[in-house]
């Protein structure tokens, strides 16, 4: 957007640049179309701009696709931003509030914005935490903040958030950009982030909770040795560093990412918690199993191994389980990408298959403990014939209440989160492929009955 087209639409809409919600508008066009053609987006790809202001990426990102979201706080910006692009839609709005969640149904989103500096650490948590629709992400930031972001280990830029991010996301340093490019001038210094989601397999797999913590603790002071930042968990430290290929006087920001992730697991292994490094071989030999095999009236006529019942398409039985929290929202996770099933797709909250000698009421409580980490009372909720459409499986749902934290086996699950039901409404509506068929079966069973 010219400068001279920025001061006299403000002047029209009666309003001035708003310091407390860092409004510095982008004036140079080459800048703004390149900025868009970062994300490369195609026609009809969902796309989503926090803090369009003016729209001076929201012009060249329109050329490319209709099929875009704003998000601006500024009510007369937002107002002037409806008319001006009515295929678009747009929300008056914080996006700090705005519920993620939601864009799962449109497909994988492409985000951007010049982000109001006062709010970028959230938004950018917001966006990327797990887990998460977007499959790219481009952000101008305050200089200092994109650095940290980018930054190599033993620099002074390098630390926890570096660290947090880049486990899931590799960020790319694009440009500087001065303060001259924006109205009113800022007083210092941005910079354009790209953020693309790392693909699995890139790194090793640890428990998240137990990485974040322990780079929290490792940077807290930052100048002291990691063996005495890292004492409570109470480490081999010697072996540690051995393995590591790093000295015992090792600081927090001389570790690589890769080091950390190792760190992370030698922790897990001594605190005895679950294997991580779970690859796609090792994630099918899980199975051994035998099952029960049943009739079409769902009587045991004999047994069989997994891979038997699924190749000869025998009838056997599974369950499903629907966690529900307290508000009534509903945990759905995301299979392995390692699972021989229908991987990365999301699924019930838990399932899985009933053991040969086992009852369904005795699976739904393994299932969960297993699964989730937790227990809870199980309640019948349907149930489901074998059929193509189920796998072969008679399939029992049960119902639970848990508002979690649940320890979810990485093997297994690689994220979830509660989504409100009609979220789920919405998405698998318009997206049944993201779905397993026997999660969309019992959704099926779920929501008939409610509706009866
Ligand atoms: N994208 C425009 C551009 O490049 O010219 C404007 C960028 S300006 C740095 C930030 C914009 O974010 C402003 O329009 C401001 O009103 C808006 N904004 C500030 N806080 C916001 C929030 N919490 N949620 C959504 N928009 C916000």
Redesign the pocket.
């Known amino acids: ?1 010219k400068l001279s087209t ?1 001061h006299s639409t403000l002047s029209e809409l009666g309003t001035q640049p ?1 310091r407390s ?7 140079d066009q080459n800048l ?1 179309e390149w900025m868009v053609a970062q994300l490369s987006i195609q026609p009809g790809e969902s796309w989503v ?10 012009e060249y990102a329109h050329r490319k696709s209709t099929n875009g979201l704003l ?4 009510g007369r ?1 937002a107002g002037f931003l409806s008319q001006k692009y009515p295929q678009l839609e747009v929300v008056h ?6 519920d993620v969640r939601k864009l799962f149904a449109g497909g994988p989103v492409k985000v951007f ?7 970028s650490s959230q ?1 950018l948590f917001q966006f990327t935490n797990e887990p998460s629709p977007v499959c790219a992400l481009s952000f ?1 930031l305050q200089k200092e903040l994109a650095q940290r972001l980018s930054a190599e280990p033993r620099t002074k830029e390098y630390g926890a958030l570096t660290l947090i991010l880049g486990r899931r996301w590799r960020v790319k340093y694009l440009r500087t950009l001065p303060p001259s490019v ?1 109205t009113p001038a ?1 007083k210092v210094d941005s910079a354009v982030v790209l953020l693309t989601p790392r693909e699995r397999g890139e790194l090793p797999e640890c428990d998240g909770g137990r990485f974040v913590t322990m780079v929290k603790q490792g940077f807290s002071q930052r100048r002291k040795q990691l063996r005495k930042m890292l004492v409570s968990h109470e480490l081999d430290w010697p072996a540690v560093c051995a393995q590591l290929g790093v000295e015992e006087t090792v600081r927090a920001e001389e570790l690589s990412l890769a080091q950390w992730i190792e760190l992370t697991n030698l922790a897990s292994r001594h605190a005895g918690g679950p294997e991580f490094a779970i690859g796609h071989k090792q994630a099918q030999d899980v199975h051994g199993e035998i099952f029960d095999v049943v009739d079409e009236a769902d009587q045991v006529v004999g047994q069989a191994s997994r891979h038997e019942v699924h190749t000869r398409k025998l009838h056997h039985r599974a369950v499903h389980l629907f966690v529900f929290d307290k508000h009534g929202q509903l945990f759905l996770q995301k299979r392995s990408r390692w699972k021989d099933k229908h991987p990365g797709l999301w699924d019930s909250s838990a399932a899985g298959h009933v053991d040969s000698g086992e009852t369904y009421d005795q699976t739904a409580a393994r299932e969960l403990a297993e699964e989730l980490g937790v227990s809870a009372d199980v309640e019948p909720l349907g149930s489901l014939p074998a059929s193509d459409a189920t796998g072969w499986e008679f399939i029992r749902i049960y119902k639970a209440q848990h508002s979690g934290p649940f320890r979810l086996p990485p093997a297994e699950i690689e994220s979830g989160t509660f989504f409100a039901l009609d979220q789920i409404d919405r998405w698998s509506g318009a997206r049944p492929g993201d779905f397993a068929p026997g999660f969309l079966e019992c959704w099926r069973v779920f929501r008939g009955a409610r509706n009866e």
């Open positions: 957007m920025i708003t919600l860092g409004q510095n508008f982008l004036h703004a701009e926090l803090g369009p202001g003016l729209g001076a990426l929201t998000i601006e706080k500024d910006l709005g914080d996006a700090c509030e705005f914005g010049n982000l109001p500096y006062y709010v938004i101008t924006f800022p």
